[in-house]
């Protein structure tokens, strides 16, 4: 192998290992973030990306992925890279590389707007604040590329469950519950809990089986709990 190939063995190793760590380390707020997401949609928030240097792209980025779907039937999604167009009530998404932002961090602090935060090893304040460690700025931007997919993904899985971002959970009164799974079909599962069944969306939880008690709200599972 050539040393250039060598270099670039490594470089992908290393991605692929802060990677493994990132989703590990924060799959369960990435799922809560993009249920919040959902639901701030519904209500009507627009998405407010904002990112300085390298990534300002990244932050143009995110905002054509929700404004211009490139899955047939997926509904578009309000999205802009103009800070000074957040109003309350809307959704504040900040991208930082690495060290610190102070236009990022100025938007985070608004007032009354949903905010979700990626950073470099330096975690800052957000409802939903997601720090890759890693202090490679090529790195931390492609695990944040790949975790802002996934916010869009998850997002319109919420929106394909009828009842998901309702203001209550006509089933558990707005609470997620715990409940023992007793059947399993492909991306779904059938959960009992106190003698009632119900089928649900297991996308957000990989590998269930019969067995297993997950955290349920609005039909889908949120998490595995045993």
């Known amino acids: 192998m050539t040393p250039d190939a060598s270099l670039l063995a490594r470089s992908i190793d ?4 802060v990677l ?3 989703l590990g380390a924060e799959q369960e707020q990435l ?3 993009c249920h919040a997401l959902a639901r701030a949609f519904a209500a009507g928030a627009t998405l407010v990306a904002c990112g300085n240097g390298s990534a300002a792209s990244d932050a143009a980025h995110v905002a054509v992925e929700f404004m211009h779907p490139v899955i047939v039937g997926k509904r578009a999604l309000p999205a802009v890279t103009a800070p000074e167009l957040a109003r309350a009530g809307d959704i504040a998404l900040g991208l930082v590389h690495g060290g610190r932002d102070p236009l990022v961090e100025e938007l985070l ?3 009354g707007l949903l905010t979700i935060a990626f950073t470099g090893p330096e975690r800052i304040e957000a409802d939903y604040s997601f720090a890759v460690q890693s202090d490679d700025r090529a790195i931390v ?3 944040q590329e790949t975790a802002y997919h ?3 993904e998850l997002v319109h899985v919420f929106f394909d469950h009828p009842g998901l971002i309702a203001d209550a959970c006509i089933t558990c009164g707005d609470v997620a519950v715990e409940a023992r799974v007793v059947e399993v079909a492909g991306a779904t599962a059938v959960i009992e809990r106190d003698g009632t069944r119900e089928e649900i969306a297991v996308d957000l939880v990989g590998d269930v089986a019969v067995g297993d008690t997950l955290l349920c709200h609005a039909g889908v599972a949120l998490e595995r709990i045993a």
């Open 14 to 17: 290393e991605r692929e290992r």
């Open 20 to 22: 493994s760590l990132f």
């Open 31 to 33: 799922s809560l973030a």
């Open 109 to 111: 602090a608004r007032p």
């Open 141 to 143: 931007q492609e695990v």
């Open 150 to 152: 996934v916010l869009w």
